[in-house]
């Protein structure tokens, strides 16, 4: 059956690309101003909104459709995507010398509606004191304007990183053990087994 990416990432491209996989990539345009306060309901919710947007758009012929989405919380406080250069600061200095949270959200569903399947995955990471000028350096190379969290930990704001507990790939945005369990549990053969 085809495989659809609901999302624009590059990383999400290449860590479902990395277990070998061929699919297409349908991006969703959807609001992702969604009204909830739990994070595990936000990306849940915001996952299987992004997959049915798309299910939605498909025209030939039955399709496996992924969702995810990514979100930082630190102390009970949901942080996106930087909306400007002083947003990306704030949020790196409050990020400084704190352990956080990273929530991503996994959604696959058949395009015809007849299965879906919804999970989370939550990782800690910890951050060691930033310096404000390493913080505006960083800002400057353009890497956390579109990072939820304002940093990328596949990129130079792994330099911020003193160690994480969980699932590394779900930092970066999609937890590929839990991914590559749902792709099975839909019939999808990876690495050799159904």
């Known amino acids: 059956m085809r495989i659809v990416l609901a999302s624009a990432s590059p990383r999400r491209l290449d860590l479902l690309s990395s277990l070998g996989l061929r699919f297409d990539v349908v991006p969703s345009d959807v609001d992702e101003n969604i009204d909830l306060t739990d994070p595990a309901e936000f990306v849940r919710q915001l996952s299987l909104v992004k997959a049915e947007a798309v299910a939605a758009q498909l025209t030939n012929g039955p399709a496996l459709v992924l969702g995810a989405d990514t979100i930082v919380v630190l102390k009970d406080q949901i942080l996106g995507k930087p909306t400007s250069r002083e947003n990306a600061f704030a949020m790196l200095s409050s990020l400084s010398g704190n352990c956080h949270q990273v929530f991503t959200g996994v959604s696959l569903l058949e395009s015809n509606g007849s299965r879906r399947k919804t999970l989370h995955r939550v990782s800690n990471v910890y951050f060691r004191p930033?310096?404000?000028?390493?913080?505006?350096?960083?800002?400057?190379?353009?890497?956390?304007?579109?990072?939820?969290?304002?940093?990328?930990?596949?990129?130079?704001?792994?330099?911020?990183?003193?160690?994480?507990?969980?699932?590394?790939?779900?930092?970066?945005?999609?937890?590929?053990?839990?991914?590559?369990?749902?792709?099975?549990?839909?019939?999808?053969?990876i690495l050799g087994l159904p």
């Open 130 to 189: 930033l310096n404000p000028d390493e913080i505006r350096h960083y800002i400057n190379t353009d890497e956390p304007m579109d990072k939820a969290g304002s940093y990328a930990l596949q990129g130079l704001g792994s330099s911020f990183v003193e160690k994480i507990d969980g699932c590394y790939t779900n930092i970066i945005g999609l937890p590929v053990p839990d991914t590559l369990a749902m792709l099975r549990e839909f019939g999808v053969k």
